[in-house]
């Protein structure tokens, strides 16, 4: 037995590399007392030995699973979470897969379009690294006109006093009268309709319509579809995995 099998692994990181979810998401499940080690709750922190057994949320987790990748066209009115299953209208009662997923990220209650959704803790992991500058592209409509100036300084990046933080300059260009298009590199929390607000413009309707590679299209309102082939290889590749 090698140094490192003694030592064993972080459970959150075994659960990654299962395909479970993400560390992140682990160490949530930990926390809540829904993983198990050898019939034992789990806490924080904890290492994995070979030979134990690891029961995440009632199942068996014995390896990594095949690599799950949908892209699915939100509704309105959909809640991108999974901590609170409880809560109405969530995206994976919405969707019903037959395997455990899980959204890569998260797009607003009152937004619509392209969101990822996976099994995949390391693909999650490295598309929610800001610092790689993943593209996210929109298509945004205001409630009124639209100026240069405005398209201007929402491309120099904007001072959002809520959150205490400047956004990254950005991509933006007018599609019509009301409506325009912008590439983010960031996630921050309803950062687009933020930005409109410090100019005095209110979001009437978002949709996000791609994210890096991975295009929303046709794919109707409500329907997903999955992410495979020369698609898949590409995202691997820009994430590289």
């Known amino acids: ?32 007392g829904e993983v198990l080690v050898d019939g034992i709750k789990a806490v924080p922190g904890v290492r994995v030995l070979p030979g134990q057994e690891v029961i995440c949320q009632g199942s068996l987790v014995g390896g990594k ?21 409880k809560a109405p209208n969530t995206i994976i009662e919405y969707i019903q897969y037959d395997q455990r997923i899980y959204p890569v990220g998260r797009l607003d209650k009152d937004s619509e379009g392209l969101i990822l959704l996976t099994n995949d803790g390391a693909l999650t992991e490295r598309l929610l690294r800001g610092r790689y500058g993943h593209e996210k592209e929109y298509i945004v409509t205001v409630n009124k006109p639209l100026t240069e100036e405005f398209l201007k300084r ?39 309709r933020r930005m409109c607000e410090q100019f005095g413009y209110r979001v009437r309707s978002l949709k996000r319509v791609r994210i890096m590679n ?15 082939g020369a698609e898949k290889q590409e995202l691997l590749k820009e994430l590289g995995l």
């Open 65 to 85: 699973q095949e690599s799950i990748l949908l892209a699915f066209h939100k509704p309105k009115g959909i809640i991108c979470t999974t901590s609170d299953p």
């Open 1 to 32: 037995m090698t140094e490192k099998e003694e030592k064993g692994i972080r459970l959150n990181k075994y659960l990654s590399e299962a395909g479970i979810c993400s560390r992140r998401e682990a160490d949530r499940l930990i926390e809540g």
């Open 214 to 228: 991975i295009r929303l299209g046709k794919l109707p309102v409500g329907e997903w579809r999955p992410v495979i």
């Open 154 to 192: 929402m491309k120099a990046g904007v001072w959002l006093p809520e959150l205490e933080q400047r956004t990254k300059s950005c991509q933006a260009e007018a599609l019509g009268n009301r409506t325009f298009r912008i590439v983010l590199t960031q996630g921050l929390n309803r950062q687009i």
